[in-house]
């Protein structure tokens, strides 16, 4: 493997702290209302440097100890929901943790699947394995290092389920006591090799699982009209791909320097094959990386967008994209469209776009455009579709994005959802819809949660949220008013 540093970097596996910090105040003060009292009241700019340090690890300390309590709370909110489960209807029982993770995700403004994760954690350490919390509420382990632990039971709860406690419990008495000498990335590490030691006909069936559940091709989007495709399998696999895609976009780099330097020689002022203006004699100023790129496109017989990636490559001709015929939809205020202003549009599940790339996809038959009162931001042109409440269901989708329930955030089977409910307010216009996803719309009610009016949560706990809905063309923020001349 290659290796920033130049020779083999090595970071130790752990270290302990052997500076005794007696003097100071806080010095095995256990965590707690006691420990705060001292830390409010120390002054941090009389601390020399060693203090500095001892004191940060006092409120690491603290901050353990506190994070202890959120998990429990954490674990208590999930309770709640299940206990609960089955009293506003059914179809609820076997949701009841999905809820509580929607909960959790609105709360605390993180998504769902990081709420799954910190309430799987949560309740592995409050409840399953208290000695976890104990060593954290005693700031013995940080919540990080918690995490990596209560993860690996998790995977032991999954492969052993009958003799889970019994490997668990062996599992903490070897790892705990010195947890909290390990960064995170080698305690992970450290758990696994302990793991594999005390059930190690498991550590066999659980590589093979891994190699069939972390072996995926994900997409997402990135700012700057830029996605990324992400692919993760077997290293030698991986690495063998790497080097195939970085020898053919040096193919493909050298030919194109190789053209330039002829087109320079024979005709001056030439375009490049590939659509872009060269300057006389100078190849294409691309980076490995955008050949890389290239490369991989024109292996799957693409061109990119705007040039052709092989001079010498006869089945996709400059500026033609040979591609399957895609449903893309894009989003431009009238302006914008009518090159009378530069506001960004937007590519719906694909982010924002500029101006210039909007306006020549927008004037291409192929797309489906919408175009937008640039104040209000509502629908005046519904592109080329016939039948107004498909294209306003349409729009919907493109406006909205996603789930409207705060902490979800799902972008796929939505439901163009009325609210307030299509029974009260039978009025159907952009206005009074919004995206719901199947759970969120279908099993509000038997889950207890309620959408009063627009945008506007109360969930089974009986707390509110108003959530802010996607703006596919944000506006900015209208200038401060101006402040009273003074009275002189
Ligand atoms: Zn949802």
């Given at each position: 493997m290659s290796d920033?540093?130049?020779?083999?970097?090595?970071?130790?596996?752990?270290?302990?702290?052997?500076?005794?910090?007696?003097?100071?105040?806080?010095?095995?003060?256990?965590?707690?209302p006691k420990l705060a009292a001292i830390i409010e009241e120390t002054e941090i700019e009389r601390l020399n440097g060693s203090q500095q340090i001892s004191f940060l690890k006092a409120c690491e300390r603290m901050t353990s100890w506190a994070q202890a309590f959120s998990a429990t709370s954490m674990a208590a909110a999930l309770n709640t929901y299940q206990a609960d489960a089955g009293t506003n209807g059914p179809g609820i029982d076997s949701r009841a943790d999905d809820w509580a993770e929607t909960e959790i995700a609105a709360a605390l403004h993180v998504s769902p699947?990081?709420?799954?994760?910190?309430?799987?954690?949560?309740?592995?350490?409050?409840?399953?394995?208290?000695?976890?919390?104990?060593?954290?509420?005693?700031?013995?382990?940080?919540?990080?290092?918690?995490?990596?632990?209560a993860e690996a039971i998790a995977t032991i709860?999954?492969?052993?389920?009958?003799?889970?406690?019994?490997?668990?419990?062996?599992?903490?008495?070897?790892?705990?006591?010195?947890?909290?000498?390990?960064?995170?990335?080698?305690?992970?590490?450290?758990?696994?090799?302990?793991?594999?030691?005390?059930?190690?006909?498991?550590?066999?069936?659980?590589?093979?699982?891994t190699l069939r559940e972390r072996t995926q091709c994900n997409l997402w989007n990135d700012t700057d009209a830029l996605a990324t495709l992400a692919i993760t399998g077997m290293t030698i696999d991986i690495h063998a791909l790497h080097q195939h895609l970085t020898a053919h976009a040096e193919t493909l780099r050298d030919a194109d320097i190789t053209l330039t330097e002829e087109a320079s020689g024979q005709h001056p002022g030439n375009q490049s094959v590939d659509?872009?203006?060269?300057?006389?004699?100078?190849?294409?100023?691309?980076?490995?990386?955008?050949?890389?790129?290239?490369?991989?496109?024109h292996l799957a017989g693409i061109a990119p967008l705007g040039m052709a990636p092989s001079p010498t490559?006869?089945?996709?001709?400059?500026?033609?994209?040979?591609?399957?015929?895609?449903?893309?939809?894009?989003?431009?205020?009238?302006?914008?469209?009518?090159?009378?202003?530069n506001h960004p549009a937007h590519l719906p599940g694909y982010g924002p776009l500029d101006p210039d790339l909007a306006r020549?996809?927008?004037?291409?038959?192929?797309?489906?455009?919408?175009?937008?009162?640039?104040?209000?931001?509502?629908?005046?042109?519904?592109?080329?579709?016939?039948?107004?409440?498909?294209?306003?269901?349409?729009?919907?989708?493109?406006?909205?994005h996603r789930c409207d329930a705060p902490g979800c955030s799902r972008t796929r089977t939505l439901d163009i959802d009325h609210v307030p409910t299509y029974a009260t307010n039978p009025h159907t216009a952009a206005r009074t819809l919004s995206l719901a996803c199947i759970t969120h719309n279908?099993?509000?009610?038997?889950?207890?949660?309620?959408?009063?009016?627009?945008?506007?949560?109360?969930?089974?706990?009986?707390?509110?949220?108003?959530?802010?809905?996607?703006?596919?063309?944000?506006?900015?923020?209208?200038?401060?008013?101006?402040?009273?001349?003074?009275?002189?």
């Open positions: 920033p540093c130049g020779k083999l970097c090595v970071m130790a596996t752990a270290w302990i702290d052997r500076t005794r910090d007696e003097d100071d105040a806080w010095f095995e003060v256990p965590a707690g699947r990081t709420a799954a994760h910190r309430i799987n954690t949560a309740v592995i350490i409050t409840e399953h394995h208290r000695q976890i919390r104990t060593a954290l509420c005693q700031g013995h382990i940080t919540y990080s290092q918690a995490t990596v632990i709860d999954r492969e052993n389920p009958h003799t889970a406690y019994d490997i668990g419990y062996d599992l903490l008495e070897a790892v705990l006591p010195t947890a909290g000498n390990y960064p995170p990335a080698r305690l992970r590490e450290r758990t696994r090799h302990l793991l594999d030691r005390i059930a190690p006909e498991a550590a066999t069936t659980r590589r093979k699982k659509g872009s203006e060269q300057i006389h004699g100078q190849p294409t100023n691309r980076t490995l990386g955008q050949w890389r790129v290239a490369a991989a496109l490559d006869s089945h996709t001709p400059s500026g033609k994209r040979d591609t399957p015929k895609l449903d893309i939809r894009i989003i431009i205020d009238l302006p914008t469209a009518l090159s009378l202003a020549h996809l927008a004037a291409s038959g192929t797309w489906t455009r919408w175009i937008t009162d640039p104040i209000t931001g509502h629908l005046l042109d519904d592109g080329n579709r016939r039948l107004p409440t498909a294209g306003l269901a349409r729009y919907i989708h493109a406006r909205d279908r099993q509000r009610e038997n889950a207890g949660w309620t959408t009063p009016e627009s945008h506007t949560w109360t969930t089974q706990l009986g707390r509110t949220y108003t959530t802010i809905p996607y703006q596919p063309l944000p506006q900015p923020d209208p200038p401060p008013p101006e402040p009273d001349p003074p009275p002189f």
